[in-house]
């Protein structure tokens, strides 16, 4: 998805709030999600990106609930220990740099839609959203961080490198892994950690989670988009 202006952002939520209320009700209801984007967006025939964002942005009701329970504010991680998901925090923030719309979807969290993930390559913006990471964990003064990257992307190793030197260069404890079953370690590392993820597969199985692209949003006094 191309970077937009503010004006079309504006058409753009208003295009997509009644589906999304449309939407909202009949999960309301207990249709199941899938089916009910599909039958929502079919009726105002709508593309193939509009129908990406709205099931990015729209969860049913009772699992929203669920999970702004256990998201935490940038604030109170003070002390804590973070687990942060690599890849899916660090989109997320590139997006954002380089002038991509970024959603507050029902749940609370805030979400990317390019759709990046295994075309993903290292850039002189991912050097600069590694610097937003690590740098909003320092100000937090969190205790220790173990950042997490799927090892099947292109470059792990060398994204491992680049943000290991950002954590030695800002003093944080910490460590940098790469898995091939990161999903996997994410859900079932120590549960002392705060989960830093927007994935709502994982978000779902742990304790407490950070939304680390929201805090930045909060810190630098950025923007996301909501469709009411």
């Known amino acids: 998805m191309q970077t937009i202006s503010q004006e079309t952002v504006i058409s753009l939520i208003d295009k997509l709030t009644s589906p999304a209320r449309d939407i909202r009700y009949l999960l309301e209801r207990g249709y199941p999600k899938t089916s009910a984007i599909r039958f929502v967006s079919d009726h105002y025939r709508l593309d193939k990106n509009k129908r990406h964002i709205l099931s990015r942005v729209i969860v049913p009701p009772k699992t929203a609930v669920v999970r702004k329970r256990k998201r935490l504010n940038y604030k109170e991680i003070s002390g804590k ?49 590694v610097k937003h990471i690590c740098f909003i964990l320092s100000k937090c003064n969190v205790s220790f961080v173990k950042i997490l990257l ?3 992307m292109s470059k792990s190793g060398e994204l491992a490198e680049i943000i290991r030197r950002e954590i030695a260069q800002l003093s944080l404890q910490g460590e940098v892994l790469t898995s091939a079953h990161s999903d996997f370690d994410l859900k079932h590392d120590d549960p002392e950690y705060v989960v830093a993820t ?10 407490k989670v950070i939304d680390l692209p929201a805090a930045i949003i909060e810190e630098k ?4 988009e909501r469709i009411i």
Do not use: P
């Open 150 to 152: 799927d090892s099947q």
């Open 81 to 129: 220990k973070i687990l942060v998901d690599g890849y899916n925090v660090l989109i997320a923030i590139e997006s954002m740099l380089i002038g991509h719309t970024l959603w507050i979807c029902d749940d609370g969290f805030v979400r990317d839609t390019r759709g990046v993930f295994r075309s993903h390559s290292n850039t002189d913006i991912t050097i600069e959203a």
């Open 221 to 224: 006094d950025w923007r996301a």
């Open 198 to 207: 927007a994935d709502g597969v994982i978000i779902d199985v742990v304790e």
